[in-house]
């Protein structure tokens, strides 16, 4: 069978279930005690085991399978879950992923087959701790006697077994019934909703493991579990299940009525037993409506989403070319037909910008366990809190922001939180903090990075930039604290005298500021010196469709992204300045730095006469103020970004290209790159 049409499939799964194992483990690093947590690790391991067998891909299969045995002696309590066992299992998830990526790459899951990890997991099983848990004595404790196989544990609560004792002493049988399906099976959830409904004919069932839920949404391997309580005999229900296509084996074991409450009216037993079941059913329904709401969704390659920006891209131009075209005012018809196609248009593109955006939380959900790693490495107590991570920007965004991010991270936890020792010295509390927030503020999305570490000694920077040459000791002593800050992005640039394996190559800070200019924003740092530092990030919330100010220089007409314009003045020329060679004028007691675009664009001037006023554009570039001078204003317009062409990448000062209306393209100024 030709697996190759799955692969798609599977890749996306299996990022998935990894990145939800990924979780679960630091969850189960916090509570080691949390059953419902190492149930879902196992489940994930469970379900990939099962995916991998499936697709052909045996290494991937075997460790999953080493894991299963591993996290199978967990839950009989076999296993006590310390920092060492958690080590072992991410370094599990470490070669799962390694082995998605080679799949992804070539196809292939590699050759490596992980034996140091294998060993790891089966001197686990060697060392594991004979405690008081015999599990053949589990009826006395509600849980039912472990067969060898994925849901040996399926546990009864007091109320399931209240109703099990009430059916025997009706006359009724209650068994556990474990199904295990055929490897080859593909509909597993269709399967075994034959196999419940052959159940429900002969019974009622109780309960099941896994969940109904995770059954029907193929959330297992290719075994089940379910308790029933029936008339009929187990010959007779084995017989039926047998009958059912791709069942590969059935295990039935009767449960026996067990002392589980001092209560002696059955009765009441039996109200309040039934009356669980209901409320669980009730329960379950509204998990099955949340279930079916979820499921109404649909993997889409970004491919086609990029496709269909295009259209709607080409449909915002044809729409701004009709608003140009002049038509007798009479012509009402005309003009409400425009009017209805600009709403029309507004509206799919705001619906495929919202098919486009996806949660922050993709990209961080990667650092929980970075910063783990990271602390460890360091000797350093390090807590990650993340903020606002259902925060939703476009797909392209989330695509490049996350190496950023990861610079900052890695910072924060070097450079800025310090060794427990220090910080108790400081009465600070051992563990140091960092903060990862995101949330939108008008058309743009900001991220912040803090820490509450060592601040940046700014007279350092101060220092180590006259060391380099960058400028001299006079003009380094008259700059402002933003201003040497602006030094930590310039490429090799750093203070740390120690290079180490995580930072202090001076490659860092530059490489971020670059790829975050690079998506039209902007990163500004506040740092208080023993207090510690926030980076924060600010960008645009599309990459593709946005609102601009169209201006002329010349005879040539450029667009200004509208999200960095703080206003538009006039001034005459009498009140332009000359400081330090730069171009200045005053705006409100504040000395803003004047840009002559016609003059850095080198755009041939029009023959005009001298004007008396002139029009100045103020740009904000993240505390800064720049004036742009430009010829002449044309208007606000929402505008296509297209891209200039790789023989053209690169180019300063311009961000790329816009086709207008009269079929002109008007080149996007790139205004971090031109703000003093």
Not at 125 to 141: C, I, M, Q
Not at 162 to 168: F, R, S
Not at 369 to 387: A, H, T
């Amino acid at each position: 069978m030709d697996m190759s049409q799955y692969l798609e499939l599977f890749i996306d799964e299996s990022k998935e279930h990894l990145q939800s194992l990924n979780q679960s483990l630091l969850e189960l690093e916090k509570k080691p005690d949390s059953m419902p947590t190492l149930n879902e690790i196992f489940r994930v391991a469970h379900t990939l085991k099962g995916m991998s067998g499936t697709m052909g891909y045996s290494k991937m299969a075997a460790l999953t399978h080493d894991m299963e045995n591993v996290l199978q002696k967990i839950r009989n309590g076999k296993i006590k879950v310390n920092s060492e066992v958690i080590d072992v299992l991410f370094k599990c998830l470490d070669a799962l992923e390694n082995y998605l990526q080679s799949i992804i790459k070539t196809g292939a899951e590699g050759e490596d087959k992980y034996e140091n990890v294998i060993k790891m997991l089966n001197k686990l099983l060697e060392t594991e701790k004979t405690g008081d848990t015999n599990p053949f004595v589990a009826n006395t404790k509600n849980q039912l006697p472990p067969l060898e196989h994925a849901s040996a544990s399926l546990e009864l609560d007091e109320y399931v077994q209240n109703v099990i004792n009430k059916a025997i002493d009706m006359g009724m049988n209650a068994f556990r019934v474990t199904v295990r399906l055929n490897k080859g099976c593909v509909l597993k959830s269709a399967r075994a909703f034959i196999i419940f409904k052959a159940l429900e004919n002969n019974g009622s069932i109780l309960k099941s493991d896994p969940k109904v839920e995770d059954i029907e949404d193929e959330k297992f391997d290719f075994e089940f579990t379910v308790v029933i309580v029936s008339k009929e005999t187990s010959e007779k229900i084995s017989k039926e299940l047998y009958g059912i296509a791709e069942v590969e084996e059935v295990i039935i074991d009767p449960i026996y009525a067990s002392s589980v409450s001092e209560k002696n009216n059955n009765q009441v037993l039996q109200n309040e037993a039934w009356e669980l079941e209901g409320e669980e059913e009730q329960v379950k329904e509204q998990k099955n409506k949340e279930k079916g709401r979820a499921r109404k969704t649909v993997r889409v390659d970004i491919d086609r989403l990029d496709n269909l920006m295009n259209l709607v891209s080409e449909l915002i131009i044809i729409k701004t070319r009709l608003e140009d075209i002049d038509v007798d005012d009479s012509n009402q018809g005309y003009s409400e037909a425009v009017e209805y196609l600009e709403r029309v248009t507004t509206s799919l593109h705001d619906a495929v910008m919202k098919v486009r955006m996806v949660p922050v939380e993709m990209v961080f959900n990667r650092f929980p366990r970075m910063i783990r790693d990271l602390s460890r490495e360091l000797g350093k107590q390090i807590v990650l809190n993340m903020y606002g991570s259902d925060t939703e920007v476009d797909r392209t965004v989330i695509d490049e922001i996350g190496d950023p991010l990861i610079h900052l991270l890695r910072n924060a936890a070097d450079h800025g939180i310090e060794t427990p020792e220090i910080r108790a010295s400081r009465n600070k509390p051992k563990s140091g903090t960092i903060n990862l927030k995101s949330y939108h503020d008008g058309n743009n999305v900001i991220i912040e990075v803090q820490d509450d570490g060592n601040g940046i000694d700014i007279e350092k920077v101060r220092k180590k930039a006259v060391e380099k040459g960058l400028v001299t000791k006079e003009v380094a002593d008259s700059l402002s604290e933003k201003e040497v800050l602006d030094f930590l992005f310039r490429p090799s640039f750093s203070t740390v005298d120690k290079v180490t394996d995580i930072s202090g190559r001076g490659v860092g800070l530059d490489v971020v500021k670059t790829k975050i200019e690079a998506l039209g924003g902007v990163i500004d740092i506040e740092t208080e010196k023993g207090k510690g530092s926030k980076f924060i990030i600010r960008l645009p919330l599309t990459l593709a469709i946005i609102q601009a100010l169209m201006v002329v220089l010349g005879e040539e007409k450029y667009a200004i992204p509208l999200n960095s314009i703080k206003e538009i003045i006039k001034i005459k020329p009498e009140d332009i300045k000359l400081v330090q060679k730069q171009e200045v004028f005053l705006l409100r007691n504040s000395v803003i730095p004047l840009i002559r675009l016609d003059r850095i664009l080198e755009v041939p001037k029009s023959e005009e006469k001298e004007k008396k006023q002139a029009t100045i554009i103020i740009v904000r570039k993240g505390d800064k103020l720049t004036g742009f001078m430009v010829d002449k204003l044309i208007g606000q317009q929402e505008i296509v970004i297209k891209s200039i062409g790789k023989h053209l990448s690169g180019i300063k000062y311009i961000a790329g290209a816009t086709i207008l209306g009269d079929g002109q393209v008007a080149l996007i100024l790139d205004v971090n790159s031109l703000a003093v």
